[in-house]
Nanobody
Framework: QVQLVESGGGLVQAGGSLRLSCAAS????????MGWYRQAPGKQRERVAQITSGGSTNYADSVKGRFTISRDSAKNTVYLQMNSLKHEDTADYYC???????????????WGQGTQVTVST
């Protein structure tokens, strides 16, 4: 059984910073892709940032230059450093990982439980 546990959300003023973490635990052989998504009230979930096992990253246009995704593969953990936060960044943030449980098996997509980020004006 694989679990993803997120932390680091909270309330911050506009212009402030937060750092989200997401750690995977359980039976894990390898993790290829790690990412962060967010869902604001009344809106669809959108991809914020992704990072491959090789360290390549991509970002949504709305967060480029403000957010940084990173990973510690030894700890099965992905981070999202969020700077210069705006009110429109307010959302529930979810981590996602593509995980291979056994070496000869397929990969599966796992989600964290979500952490709330609220940016006040």
């Amino acid at each position: 059984q694989v679990q993803l546990v997120e932390s680091g959300g909270g309330l911050v003023q506009a212009g402030g910073s937060l750092r989200l973490s997401c750690a995977a635990s359980g039976s894990i052989f390898s993790i290829s892709l790690m990412g962060w998504y967010r869902q604001a009230p009344g809106k669809q979930r959108e991809r914020v940032a992704q990072i491959t096992s090789g360290g390549s990253t991509n970002y949504a246009d709305s967060v480029k230059g403000r957010f940084t995704i990173s990973r510690d593969s030894a700890k099965n953990t992905v981070y999202l450093q969020m700077n210069s936060l705006k009110h429109e960044d307010t959302a529930d943030y979810y981590c996602q990982m593509i995980i291979v449980v056994v070496s000869t098996g397929p990969s599966y997509k796992y989600w964290g439980q979500g952490t709330q980020v609220t940016v006040s004006t």
